[in-house]
């Protein structure tokens, strides 16, 4: 390479160097940001007959709520081929804020065309605003969607408010049963 070259080359580079540095120096700081966490708008919860149903008949609620595009938690109902099992006010449904609450139960076939469920004939979720009591005739309740049909049902709780609580009580009916499932969904709106 000639002396020319070598000299333009040089001056090049000692003027886009510096430039380069100065630019890497103005890019780098920190960035600060604030957030505020927005509260659940309701959470599931153990109900005032939870531990009973608990040790008796197995029923758990099971809390994994991480996130609110994740799963709240997971439900075993304890059945018995002989006898109708009642779980009264086993869980509440709470809200932070005032609004209106749609609760989706979905229950899926056995297999799928099949048209069957598969809890046993007879099995019921309930849903009140006000605390369950058990008779001689059932639950009493204001909403109840059956567990032995497969398909999905949305009821719908209007003007919820931090002071509203949503009891729910299970009657699982005797009979056989295979892996029965049910999926409960809710979406909150203000």
């Known amino acids: 390479m000639n002396r020319k070259m070598m000299i333009l080359m040089v001056a090049v580079v000692a003027t886009v160097l510096p430039a380069v540095a100065v630019a890497d120096v103005m890019v ?71 609004g209106y609450f749609n609760l989706t139960v979905n229950v899926p076939t056995v297999l799928p ?38 398909g999905s049902t949305t009821l719908n709780f209007h003007h919820v408010t931090p002071s509203t609580t949503i009891y729910i009580a299970f009657e699982v009916g005797a009979g056989p049963y295979s892996g029965a499932s049910f999926s409960l969904s809710g979406v909150f709106s203000s």
């Open 113 to 150: 065309g099949s048209g069957t469920a598969e809890f046993p004939a007879d099995s019921t979720i309930y849903f009140s605003t006000t605390p369950f009591t058990l008779t001689a005739s059932g639950i009493s309740s204001t909403q109840s969607v059956s567990l032995s049909n497969p």
């Open 28 to 98: 780098t700081g920190s960035v600060s940001g604030s957030g505020v966490m927005a509260m659940d708008a309701f959470t599931v919860q153990p109900g005032s007959n939870y531990a009973s149903a608990h040790s008796s008949s197995g029923f758990t609620w099971t809390a994994s709520h991480i996130n609110e595009s994740e799963i709240l938690g997971d439900i075993s109902v304890g059945i018995m081929s002989n006898e109708t099992i009642y779980e009264v006010n086993v869980l509440d449904i709470n809200f932070s804020s005032s």
